[in-house]
């Protein structure tokens, strides 16, 4: 059976010499050595100033609004998974959705300025499959009329833009680490800025505002993660760049298998360093995608429709249109991608989606 995608599980033995110390040292959460570890490892592979590593990243997104004390209108991306504008929602904002752009698939910059109103706080925009937003032509936008702009990065770790993490754009950024992310902890996530007075609040927002053991600095929530979470992207870590490399090597073969055969892909722009994070296809229609998977799942191969249905159609949303971002949603197919997928097998999938056509 082959899978959309396989997490990546470092050699056992890696995994117990960390629960060996664990064990040593009777110490399983609360901001332990091993988090401490991964946070300091991780900036300094990511390139960024400041990064709390929690729970998941839908709570990284959840708690960098409260900390940016985003309210009334959000505008956001359609086209994300349902965490963009559920955590929206859940926070006590109304999402209001600019439609993306039909190469990147990214929120179209160009459409954002009209869905501006009085009410509106922020931008929610996600970097889809690690391609990055137009994050300069958001900027000036934000900077205009003093909105916050948080980024939806659960796809971006690692990406770079322009010579630089894709991290550093925006006033937060959100990374998941869920167990099918490229870079992982089982479950996991991590809140990233550069603004030190965020910094300070986010610090204390993740562990309940506590200011030593009897004291609090204000509200907060229990955001920690563990130091079994961290033990695991601890081993993940070192082995990030090879994943890149062999997810790199297959996508470049499903590309020369699958050229010149009417299949779209997002446009990633030449001033990017990608990270492989997906392998999505856009269908001419939904019927040839419908008969794609079909004929995948015959073969015990399973293709996921990422990101379908679009968040307009979500029953505690306004309803609101967005004919790109609905349309995309119904074409587009992620194809198995995983570090040990074999040749061979890219081979029979690109065949099987070419007799489909
Ligand atoms: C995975 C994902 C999330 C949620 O991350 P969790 O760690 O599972 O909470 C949010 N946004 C996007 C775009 C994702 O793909």
Not at 192 to 199: F, Q, W, Y
Not at 233 to 251: D, F, K, M
Request: hydrophobic share 45%; aromatic share 10%; charged share 15%.
């Amino acid at each position: 059976m082959i899978n959309v995608t396989k997490t990546y599980l470092p050699p056992l033995a890696e995994y117990v010499a960390y629960l060996e110390g664990i064990w040593e040292r009777t110490l399983v959460t609360n901001n332990g050595p091993l988090v401490v570890e991964l946070e300091e490892k991780l900036k300094s592979y990511l390139g960024v100033k400041h990064l709390f590593f929690v729970a998941n990243g839908t709570v990284a997104l959840q708690i960098a609004f409260k900390a940016l004390a985003l309210r009334g209108e959000v505008i956001t991306t359609p086209f994300s998974y349902v965490a963009t504008t559920s955590s929206i929602a859940w926070e006590g904002c109304q999402p209001i959705y600019v439609d993306i752009h039909p190469q990147t698939l990214c929120l179209d910059a160009t459409l954002l300025e009209r869905a501006i109103t009085a009410e509106t706080t922020a931008v929610v925009a996600t970097h889809v499959y690690g391609n990055p937003c137009e994050v300069e032509a958001i900027q000036v936008l934000a900077d205009k009329y003093g909105l916050q702009v948080i980024y939806d990065a659960a796809h971006a770790f690692g990406v770079q833009h322009r010579g630089q993490s894709i991290l550093n754009f925006g006033n937060v950024s959100a990374l998941s680490f869920h167990a099918t992310k490229l870079f992982h902890t089982g479950e996991g996530g991590a809140i990233v800025t550069d603004d030190d007075e965020l910094a300070f609040k986010l610090g204390y927002m993740v562990n309940f505002g506590h200011n030593g053991p009897e004291r609090f600095w204000g509200l907060g929530i229990n955001g920690k993660n563990s130091e079994l979470h961290a033990a695991m992207g601890l081993c993940v870590l070192p082995n990030v760049a090879e994943l890149i490399r062999c997810r790199q090597a297959l996508s470049n073969l499903y590309d020369q298998l699958l050229e010149g055969r009417g299949l779209a892909k997002p446009v990633i722009s030449a001033e990017t360093t990608y990270n492989y994070a997906y392998y999505p296809v856009l269908f001419p229609d939904e019927e040839k995608l419908l008969a794609v998977m079909t004929a995948l799942r015959e073969q015990q191969v399973f293709s996921r429709r990422y990101f379908y249905p679009a968040l307009t159609d979500l029953p505690y949303v306004r309803p609101q249109q967005a004919p790109v971002a609905q349309s995309v949603a119904s074409r587009v197919l992620c194809l198995p991608l995983a570090h040990d997928l074999a040749p061979a097998t890219v081979q029979q999938i690109a065949a099987t989606v070419i007799n489909c056509l």
